[in-house]
């Protein structure tokens, strides 16, 4: 809105031009939708707590979990709520790019809140059922990807870009479609799977997704683009205020989620900001950054195939104490503070390393 303003009186109102700079933009949606977050954070615990929508614990996990029970949750509704009045207020809504990425949010955000409906809300103890999950999120992902596809008018819409390689393009074609499809389903379920302790996966979110932030305004940019010897991608940029409206959704949560924690986010908020991390990495056509970034997430995914898949080959057999990671290292007796600090300097160390490589080219 604010830039359609700008737009529509930049020689009528002088100083009003600053709303069209990206960077501006990205700040105030940032200031925004952390604002949102702090003053409506305490209302939206109280009437969860008035309702009754309170987190489920499982008895065979850690027992220092059991005092969670009854925590709110489906607090995510928060975190998706600020996020969509920062981009309707502060991005380009002429922008394709933005819509795309918003509608892909909402709706893995909306297949979450069904799931966390049903089971809090409705007391139904099995949710949304994996079959129904993955039928929804499928046809989003598979959805999203099409449309990347078909709408792609450049070559480096359907290349896949090899990080800290001067001239690391893969021409995709077609397979784009199946590339984009995983990522986006692949991200939102690790992020859910993340989500288990106090503040886990929020701040990992938060990190990966500013530092999306800077690649989409290096990308949309063409002067730093050429010197950094990225791809051009025009309207990329705008990307960036979308990654300041998650960013800033994510620490205004982190305030209420942050061990120990008064509010959990529930499905509707892991999934859908895994699809904003998935959506915006296929856009820039950063999948592999994606992967290195969210190394925390994609720890957690591996953790829980191989134990499946082990448990069930060796007749009962486990690799590890507990799946996901995180649970294995709760039982080998860290305290859940530790565990929660421990991944989060480790993605900050994996996103410095991400960040690195738009100089080591």
Known sequence: MFWWLAQLLEFHVHGITIFSYITF??????????????????????????????????????????????????GGGLILSAMTVGILLWCDLTNFYVWLSLIVTLGFGLVGWMDDYR??????????S?????????????????????????QIATQLVIPVLKNGYINLGVLLIPLAYFVLVGTSNAVNLTDGLDGLAILPVVLVGGAFGVFAYVEGNAHFS???MFPYLPGAGELTVFCGSMVGAGLGFLWFNAYPAEIFMGDVGALGLGASLGIVA?????????????????????????????????????????????????????????????????????????LATLKLR
């Open 130 to 154: 994996a079959k129904a999950k993955y039928f929804w999120q499928s046809v989003i992902g598979l959805g999203a990807a099409l449309i990347l596809y078909f709408s792609a008018d450049s």
């Open 282 to 354: 296929v856009i820039l056509r950063q999948e592999l950054l994606l992967f290195i970034m969210g190394g925390i997430f994609v720890a957690e995914t591996v953790s829980v195939i191989l134990q499946v898949g082990y448990f069930k080959l060796s007749g009962g057999r486990r690799i590890f104490r507990m799946a996901p990671l995180h649970h294995h290292f709760e039982l080998k007796g860290w305290p859940e503070s530790k565990v929660i600090v421990r991944f989060w300097i480790i993605t900050v160390v994996l996103v410095l390393f991400g």
């Open 119 to 128: 089971k809090l809300i409705k007391r139904d103890s099995k949710g949304l």
């Open 226 to 228: 050429q010197y950094l």
């Open 25 to 74: 933009r990205a700040i105030m949606a940032t200031l925004t939708t952390l604002l949102i977050c702090l003053v409506l954070g305490p209302k939206v615990i109280r009437r969860l707590h008035h309702y009754q929508i309170g987190q489920f614990v499982r008895n065979d996990g850690p027992k220092s979990h059991l005092s969670k029970a009854g925590t709110p949750t489906m």
